[in-house]
């Protein structure tokens, strides 16, 4: 097994759950929940406390999996902050190098999810997790990771590459799946790439930093950058390549979705979870496929990951 630092958000969501009141209504090409009226009181069925954030997802997909996982994030020292490490904890994951940041609150989400559907609308105080200025790459000293996962760190470009030049100093591996932030600023997340070994990205992010239109042309371009590329395409499926073999795969099984939440998360960290284990590329993007649907079909962004000794069926997946 490995040594697995997760960087990234840490927060709590509050799910509010409805079957009738939270009903989405289209408007033109703009899906709203259409019941909901400004100056109402709105009676829900139920409340569910969660916690999040992709760097507690992926610790925990890493622990359950039974590598050596380590987080390291932001909290407040506030209720949130402990069912954050309450849940960590739990799962086993080293907490350590979280830090408690005593003029902010923990990140906190408020999920409006209509139970009928699975449609969810996401209100989000990031909080403590608005910032990572204050992480020092030098933990990666004293922890010693083998792989180094990173989400969205909010545009932080100077912490990201702070990070990802200690890690290649060290010899850790780094996979890498950037947000909206990272995005936007395409010149620095170019640069960026020359130290990620492991870059995932969903089709139209893979579009804003390259150019392409189809998967086969996406991966053309994403591998001048980074030599390992995986490109999901949601009921698609996706591509992915690791310099010598290219997959093509689909879903991993049509399941109705209870919550989306962390089905993002459970993909990039499952495929590292098992592709760290010693699994193949291949193997490894089947079990990816197969965490992302089991997080589907339970309340909140973790509660579903796999333990990585489950059965799996088949699922389409081609060497192109």
């Known amino acids: 097994m490995a040594r697995i630092?997760?960087?990234?958000?840490?927060?709590?969501?509050?799910?509010?759950i409805d079957h009738d009141d939270l009903v989405p209504t289209t408007i033109g090409e703009t899906a709203i929940f259409g019941k909901v009226l400004v100056g109402s009181k709105v009676d829900i069925d139920r409340i569910s406390y969660e916690v999040?954030?992709?760097g507690v997802n992926s610790a925990i997909s890493f622990?359950?999996?039974?590598?050596?996982?380590?987080?390291?994030?932001?909290?407040?020292?506030d209720s949130a902050g402990a069912a954050v490490l309450k849940r960590l904890?739990?799962?086993?994951?080293d907490t350590s190098y979280i830090n408690v940041l005593e003029r902010k609150t923990?990140?906190?989400s408020i999920v409006l999810l209509d139970?009928?559907?699975g449609e969810r609308t996401i209100l989000t105080c990031r909080g403590a997790s608005e910032q990572f200025g204050n992480f020092e790459a030098s933990d990666l000293d004293t922890c010693t990771p083998d792989w180094l996962y990173v989400t969205t760190l909010r545009g932080d470009m100077v912490t990201l590459e702070k990070f990802f030049r200690h890690a290649k100093e060290t010899g850790t591996q780094v996979m890498f799946n950037p947000g909206v932030k990272e995005l936007e600023q395409k010149d620095d997340l170019l640069k960026l790439l020359r130290y990620v070994d492991v870059l995932n990205v969903n089709k139209s992010e893979a579009a804003k930093i390259v150019p392409g239109m189809v998967l086969t042309e996406l991966m053309y371009h994403l591998n001048n950058y980074v030599r390992t590329a995986i490109i999901t395409d949601g009921?698609?499926?996706?591509?992915a390549s690791n310099g010598s073999d290219t997959y093509r795969f689909g879903i991993y099984e049509d399941t109705p979705v209870r919550d989306a939440t962390g089905a993002g998360d459970a993909f990039g960290s499952g495929f590292l979870a098992h592709f760290a284990g010693g699994h193949s590329f291949r193997n490894s993007l089947v079990f990816a496929s197969a965490n992302s649907t089991a997080v589907v079909t339970k309340l909140g962004a973790n509660r579903g990951l796999l333990f990585g000794d489950e059965a799996l069926h088949p699922m389409p997946i081609q060497k192109i």
């Open 89 to 93: 904890d739990r799962e086993g994951v």
């Open 235 to 239: 009921a698609m499926g996706g591509i």
């Open 106 to 108: 923990t990140g906190t």
């Open 63 to 77: 622990a359950r999996h039974g590598h050596e996982a380590i987080m390291i994030g932001n909290i407040g020292r």
């Open 115 to 117: 139970s009928k559907s």
């Open 52 to 54: 999040g954030g992709g």
């Open 5 to 16: 630092v997760s960087l990234g958000s840490a927060l709590q969501d509050i799910y509010l």
